[in-house]
């Protein structure tokens, strides 16, 4: 077995095929193995989806974006991951260990493959593993990285922007009325009942912070098939003035770059707090069925939940089939945090 006290790989590749913001949250290791490998150079096996999270990175050499659809069989997959191994890689690090990830680490051969602690069947495929570390979601994943000498010490995820991508924001924004500053992102959306707080609860928290904060309205974003759950709350808003609703999806990227420039980020448990907190922009998350950990540990980031002995059960259906953590959250405790935070 290689001893990594003296290990030093020349190319190293970092598996997360998915999701979006697990790919963003993976982006503290990669800084991580930058650090502690600066020669080195890094690449990124994930899908075509999460590859914009990436861009502008200047710790990533080469990004890997699996497009599933343009490969139609096994054989094309097998051809792809051939490819990925054919850069001679010394060092693999398997954040994941779906099918996919691990056949690009078969086929790469490299000295050292790091990974969580496998089970049995595949613990051939890796060389070396760690368990992750308990707590924040960017410290969990970065723990798998301590046999290499590297331990997390409070980085949070980054999402780099070009200067063309700020401008497009700020003439953007104006478009809307709005200033750098002057408003608020809202997440009203989530595929899971259990982490989707009600569109009334939204609706009328916007008028109550409206009511306090005149100056400051609320941006509400959305992702493909989630315009009808962002609309509601516009709808419902007693105070619709207050909220602006995009006409399209604007995409990942552009959502950092209006977030980059927003006061607050209020929203679900769901992707886009990490984009805000990638770009410096404070955050206040509503939980329902989650818990504490996707939270990165600073003043600027903040949780608001219903104290119930049930929750977190991070469960995809309520077992009381009431949804009580988020239908008893009320909207003035929400508002009362946001103007906390405000500093009204």
Known sequence: M?????????????????????????????????ERFPEAAIDVFTEKKCAPVLEHNPH?????????KAL??????LRYYARIAAESYDLVVDF?????????????????????????????????????TPGYSGRFRAGILAPLGIDWNGQAPELFLAEEETRWAETYLAGFGLERGRFITLDPTHRRSTRLWPARHYADMVAMVHAAR??????????????????????????????????????????????SM?????????????????????TLTILGA????????????SDIFEDLPCRPCN??????KDHACLENLSPRRVADRVLEILGT
């Not at 990533?60 to 599933?68: E, G, S, T």
């Not at 006061?263 to 410096?280: D, E, K, M, Y």
């Open 2 to 34: 290689t001893d990594l006290s003296s290990f030093s790989p020349e190319r190293i590749l970092v598996c997360q095929l998915r999701q979006i913001g697990d790919v963003l949250l993976t982006t503290p290791s990669i800084r991580l193995l930058h």
């Open 60 to 68: 990533v050499r080469r990004v890997w974006a699996l497009d599933k």
């Open 72 to 77: 139609p069989n096994f054989l094309a997959e």
């Open 96 to 132: 994941q260990q779906l099918p996919r990830c691990r056949f690009v680490t078969l086929l790469s051969r490299a000295e050292v493959r790091l990974s969580y602690p496998p089970p049995w069947y595949n613990r051939l495929l890796y060389t070396h593993w760690a368990p992750p």
């Open 214 to 259: 005149p100056d400051l309205r609320f941006f509400i974003l959305f992702g493909p098939g989630e315009e009808a759950m962002a609309r509601e709350v516009l709808e419902l808003c007693p105070v619709p003035a207050a909220c602006v609703l995009p006409d399209t999806v604007i995409g990942l990227r552009q959502m950092a770059a209006v977030q």
């Open 262 to 282: 927003a006061r607050l980020h209020v929203g679900n448990c769901s992707g886009p707090r990490h984009f805000a907190v990638s770009v410096n922009t404070p």
């Open 290 to 301: 989650t818990g504490g950990g996707w939270r990165f540990p600073s003043e600027a980031h």
């Open 315 to 320: 469960e995809n259906f309520c077992a009381r």
